[in-house]
């Protein structure tokens, strides 16, 4: 199989085909194999020129459980190049790529499943002890508020309540370590929960919901994904220190098939900088903080949708804000 490739393309790596635009348009449209020795008498007139010309096209999907990753795609000089052997070749290559990629992401599936189980062997006796702990000086700050002097029952109370602040926080990261029973859960209740859980939202900041009511129920832990809208809220918040809006909204898709719930969570903060973009889902990032809430972080956050089958994406600009969008199955 000679396969060509022009000498003088310093732009080929770089170019981009919309859906349905040339044969590798089409292809990736259509998830079909396509072969064609003469592009010219190509029935479709599909064919579509970018650097030297040429003659012969084989184009080949890789295609990941119904969903399209990309294509394969050879092209030649000469007309006739490409055979069927040449094409079960490389649509045995094809698969070989959806083998690998499914490795890949086993592999880190695996390491964040058993970095999570660390955590919790690590965080459940941490926990235990700060129960003990906290639990005594929230009985002190009683016992101090029941002596009755004036100035020591203000404190007292703030104390109590920090305390009690720090006790809710820990048991619902047991939660967490313990990993929380999978019920079927109606994800706008969901947002609502999470959103009361933001006490000190700012006043600035106006709040646009729009949920459908149509929206099916989901097989989730119920605590878990509050936590996780939780941390994209207080996000969104911390990024609009001057004030802005924070748009939540949702609705079914289908994606190659399956029916799935989008929901995103959007601002018009600062955005996220080019040099954190590719950090934001790393154990050891943080994202800026009011100092409340979990603090479960992305890492946490991302770990925990894509054990449900689905997955969390982010799109920024810098002085207009961003948008974190959780995609999940129905079932």
């Not at 880190?108 to 919790?120: C, F, M, N, P, Y």
């Not at 965080?123 to 002190?140: K, Y």
């Not at 098939?257 to 590719?278: F, H, Q, Y």
Request: hydrophobic share 40%; with cysteine.
């Amino acid at each position: 199989m000679e396969v060509w490739h022009p000498a003088n393309a310093p732009g080929a790596s770089s170019i981009r085909t919309k859906l349905g635009e040339g044969i590798t348009g089409w292809v990736a449209q259509h998830r079909e194999t396509v072969l064609v020795n003469d592009v010219t008498k190509d029935k479709g007139n599909r064919y579509k020129r970018y650097d030297e010309p040429s003659n012969s096209e084989l184009c080949v999907p890789i295609v990941d459980q119904d969903r399209l990753v990309g294509v394969i795609n050879l092209e030649s000089y000469r007309k006739g190049a490409f055979d069927e052997r040449d094409k079960q070749m490389l649509e045995a290559l094809a698969d070989q790529v959806v083998i690998a990629i499914q490795s890949v992401k086993n592999r880190e599936q695996l390491v964040k499943v058993r970095a999570l189980a660390d955590l919790g062997t690590v965080t459940s006796s941490l926990i235990h002890r700060i129960n003990s702990e906290v639990g005594a000086i929230r009985v002190w700050a009683e016992d101090i508020y029941d002596v009755g002097d004036p100035y020591s029952e203000g404190k007292a109370l703030r104390i109590r309540a920090s305390a009690e602040r720090i006790l809710q926080k820990a048991q619902r990261m047991q939660v967490w370590i313990q990993q929380e029973d999978k019920l079927p859960i109606n994800i706008a209740e969901v947002v609502q929960d999470a959103l009361a859980q933001v006490d000190d939202f700012p006043s600035n900041i106006v709040k646009q919901i729009e949920l459908p009511d149509n929206l099916p129920d989901i097989s989730v832990g119920k605590q878990q994904l509050t936590d996780v809208f939780d941390n994209l809220i207080r996000n969104a918040a911390n990024a609009m220190p001057e004030g802005g809006t924070l748009s939540i909204g949702g609705q079914l898709i289908d994606s190659e098939g399956e029916t799935l719930i989008k929901v995103w969570v959007k601002d018009t903060g600062i955005g996220i900088s080019e040099e954190d973009r590719d950090l934001i889902f790393e154990p050891s990032y943080s994202m800026p903080s009011s100092g409340h809430g979990m603090g479960i972080g992305l890492w946490l956050a991302q770990t925990y949708i894509e054990s449900l089958k689905g997955n969390i994406t982010f799109d920024s600009e810098i002085g207009k804000g961003s948008q974190f969008t959780i995609t999940l199955p129905i079932n």
